[in-house]
């Protein structure tokens, strides 16, 4: 059983990866992700983890959600509840990743895929649902668990688009100008920034190309700024500054 530092520490390190898995990949709500994750690893306790495997993915056919996987995989013995109240033991291949990072990113990859075209973007506990209902798991007991688990830790302080933890920006501040051309993850800090202040649904995807280009230019005659399309020390700092 997980210990309360063992807990707090799991959940403080897979927060911001759920909620920069769904500022890039949308739908499931942050909370959900941390939720099950806890469920699914017993806090980062269980020994799938040493697989980097804290949501239980299966490989299935191996087709589906590979962008954030490279095909790896362990087998473990789990328990299956095709039967409510009668638990099966069956082996099972299980995803493996690098880094908790990637396991978060396919979690978010599987349920945007056709599989669970049924989860729609909806309130956290119909969004639960809908998850058992399309077959992430035959557990009758695991939604209400994630569920409490939400309750209890008070996970929904995670879901950007219902808390203050929107004005959080999970990516890190640039220190060189950026511009039309630029790529990474300095982009998706801006990217994210225009979101924030312009009120915008500008896809983050850390290109900056001709959509971020007349973003930058709105939002720098929003600042008062001159209106050159680059991103430097004046523009960068003025975005920093601003409060919505």
Known sequence: MASSEQV????????????????????????????????????????????????????????????????????????????????????AAFRSFPSMELCVFNYYELLNSSVYKKVTKTQY????????????????????????????????????????????????????????GSKGSSVKWLQYEINRILGLTLVIDGSFGNNTLAAVLALQKKLNLEQDGKVGPLTREAIIEFKT
């Open 125 to 180: 506990r119909a969004q639960m649902q809908q998850i058992k209902d399309c077959g992430y798991m035959t557990s009758s007991t695991e939604c209400n668990s994630v569920l409490n688990i939400i309750a209890k830790y008070n996970l929904t302080q995670y879901d950007l688009e219902d808390s203050g933890a929107a004005a959080v920006n999970p990516y890190k501040v640039p220190t060189a100008t950026l511009k039309k």
């Open 8 to 91: 707090k520490k799991f959940i403080t390190e897979i927060a911001p990866l759920a909620q920069k898995a769904y500022l890039e990949l949308g739908k499931i709500h942050p909370s959900i992700c941390i939720g099950m994750a806890c469920v699914e690893s017993s806090y980062g306790t269980a020994g799938s983890c040493k697989y980097h495997s804290y949501l239980g993915q299966k490989v299935g056919t191996g087709k589906t959600a590979t962008k954030y996987w490279n095909g790896t995989f362990f087998t473990s013995k789990t328990k299956e509840e095709y039967t409510v109240g009668t638990h099966t033991v069956i082996k």
